[in-house]
């Protein structure tokens, strides 16, 4: 046996990983050593959709040097890293995302021991309810619903993608925000402040000339989850058509909840939002979480961990089955 497998058998019991959770919005990652946290960094979106898997890796090559160079260690002390990255379902994305991701390493000059790809999704059921049956129902840029039932199955309700679909979510209500202000400037709908608050969010757009917007948006001036926060703050102030907006995602993800239920035989389930947008105490979250509680098959909790918590737990017990 080679003298750095005698060594790496020999400190198993005491380890030094990483975990990264690469959202749709922003990716968090953190270097644990022996139950610390002893790094913690954040970056843009990892999510493959919405910047391709190549500028995915790049990027999460990026997050694991960079939890490296804080603490000055190198990679080849990392025992393991587990990463649950946004829109990756199929384990041939799964394997493409942590091929790719080696291959760059390698050119880097970045060794990675083990290296596990894995949904962001399914990391957060795991860190909300520690293995336990649950339902998980994540609303930031996208919005699923996922679960693992009382028979341990692991089920999933949306999540598509905010191209195709993810009513309710963050994205879903940017673009109802901007259709919103379509209809005004045509006169097909109601007149909101939300045209107001886009002009001086944007204050290069020359709204006196409406298609500058298409373009703008053509350009990736903006994107649709930008606009939630007006959105939502247009509603707070009481405007009508953003009222109506926030109100019809709230009906979206209780549809997605519901639907999602039908797997689980149990009188109850455990639901556990998660998400910016349905997180500190946001007028949707009141919205929801209202509907939830009129619905008996429902109980609202806590999430236990994070998704992060999970990928370095699933990191440590990689280790323990290499023990």
């Known amino acids: 046996m080679a003298k750095k497998a005698v060594a790496r058998q020999i400190k198993q019991k005491e380890y030094t990983v990483i ?44 997050v694991i040097k960079d939890l490296c160079d804080q603490v000055d260690i190198d990679s080849l002390e990392i025992d393991a890293v587990v990463i649950g990255l946004a829109g990756v379902w199929l384990d041939e994305e799964k394997q493409r995302s942590a091929h790719l991701l080696k291959t760059l390493a390698r050119t880097d000059r970045v060794i990675l021991n083990d290296l596990v790809v894995t949904s962001d999704a399914e990391l957060a059921v795991e860190g909300a309810f520690d293995g336990n049956p649950g339902v998980v129902m994540i609303v930031g840029t996208g919005s699923i619903a996922l679960g693992r039932t009382p028979s341990g199955e692991f089920v999933r309700c949306g999540g598509w993608g905010i191209e195709l679909d993810d009513e309710g979510s963050g994205a879903w209500i940017g673009r109802e925000g901007i259709t919103a202000i379509f209809r005004a ?37 903006f994107e649709y989850q930008m606009l939630t926060p007006m959105v939502m703050q247009a509603a707070e102030k009481g405007d009508e058509v953003a009222l109506e907006i926030v109100s019809r995602a709230s009906e979206h993800l209780m549809i997605l909840l519901e639907a999602i239920g039908k797997n689980f035989k149990s009188k109850t389930i455990d639901v556990a939002l998660m998400g910016g947008v349905v997180e500190n105490n ?7 979480e209202k509907e939830i509680k009129k619905n008996k098959k429902f109980n609202k909790v806590i999430p236990k961990s994070t998704a992060t918590d999970a990928a370095v737990k699933m990191a440590v017990m990689l280790l323990e089955e290499m023990d």
Request: proline content about 2%; overall charge positive.
């Open 282 to 288: 946001t007028l949707l979250s009141k919205m929801l």
């Open 19 to 62: 975990g990264i959770d690469g959202g749709g919005t922003r990716t968090r990652g953190v270097l644990v050593r022996n139950g610390e946290t002893i790094a913690s960094t954040f970056s843009g979106t990892t999510r493959v959709g919405a910047v391709g898997v190549g500028e995915s890796c790049e990027r999460l090559l990026n």
């Open 185 to 221: 400037l045509d006169g097909r709908g109601k007149k909101t402040i939300l045209t107001n608050q886009f002009a001086e969010m944007f204050p290069g757009i020359d709204m006196k000339a409406p298609r500058n917007i298409v373009k703008a948006y053509a350009e990736r001036n």
